[in-house]
């Protein structure tokens, strides 16, 4: 077999593997995937899927991978300024909105795998390659920010599927980048129609 028809044949398999995913993920848990309904609707036996993954883990891991290669090279505009928090939240969440049904599936699912929880990760940790967005915080204290801001983005999103996406895309992506960057104050103000204080001004003097 000449080399460019094994690399055809290998690419054709791979893309079998990956339809094979993508349909079972809209079908069953996600968690509950094996390796043999993967090989299966691929129309493979398990040697020939070990031979282009380790595991469903090594799987979904491409999978995510590609996802988010996607978002820094089409949707992110400020990948270099790990201080653009509001930014990070409103462009990640449109993209996100963007996905297929399958993707979106694996996002929402809680689970061993935490598809989601990867996700966000991910993408933190590529900000944080350009700098620090908060070099006043120790490490303990840099750890609760930053988990806050992965764990509160994802299951607003979550939440946003969940609900049927009743709120407008836009408007969703902005209300998470107030809340990311500011808080509820803003909402808290246009309520009591009352000047916004910052919290620093309300601390007591001494």
């Known amino acids: ?14 893309n079998a593997i990956q339809r094979a995913m993508a349909e079972l993920v809209m ?3 996600p968690n509950k995937i094996t390796v043999k309904q993967i090989a299966d609707r691929a129309q493979i036996n398990r040697k020939t899927f070990y031979l282009h993954y380790d595991s469903i883990e090594s799987l979904f891991d491409e999978h995510l991978d590609a996802v988010m290669n996607r978002f820094f090279d089409e949707a992110e505009q400020t990948p270099e300024t790990p201080e653009d928090i509001e930014g990070h939240a409103v462009r990640f969440f449109l993209f996100l909105a963007q996905q297929d049904e399958p993707t979106t599936r694996l996002i929402c699912t809680r689970g061993r795998y935490d598809y989601g929880g990867k ?8 900000y944080a390659t350009a700098g620090n967005p908060f070099p006043t915080l120790d490490t303990a204290e840099f750890d609760l920010v930053t988990h806050f801001i992965r764990s509160t983005a994802l299951q607003f999103f979550r ?7 009743i709120v407008e895309s836009q408007r969703a992506a902005a ?16 309520v009591s129609q009352e000047p916004y204080t910052s919290v620093e001004n309300k601390l007591p003097t001494e």
Not at 159 to 165: A, E, M, P, S
Not at 175 to 190: I, K, N, W, Y
């Open 1 to 14: 077999m000449a080399a460019n028809e094994h690399d055809l044949r290998y690419r054709r398999t791979h």
């Open 27 to 29: 079908e069953i848990d």
């Open 119 to 126: 996700l966000y990760r991910m993408q933190m940790e590529r």
């Open 159 to 165: 939440r946003w599927v969940r609900d049927g996406r």
């Open 175 to 190: 209300l998470l980048g107030q809340l990311t960057t500011f808080g509820v104050s803003p909402f808290l103000h246009a």
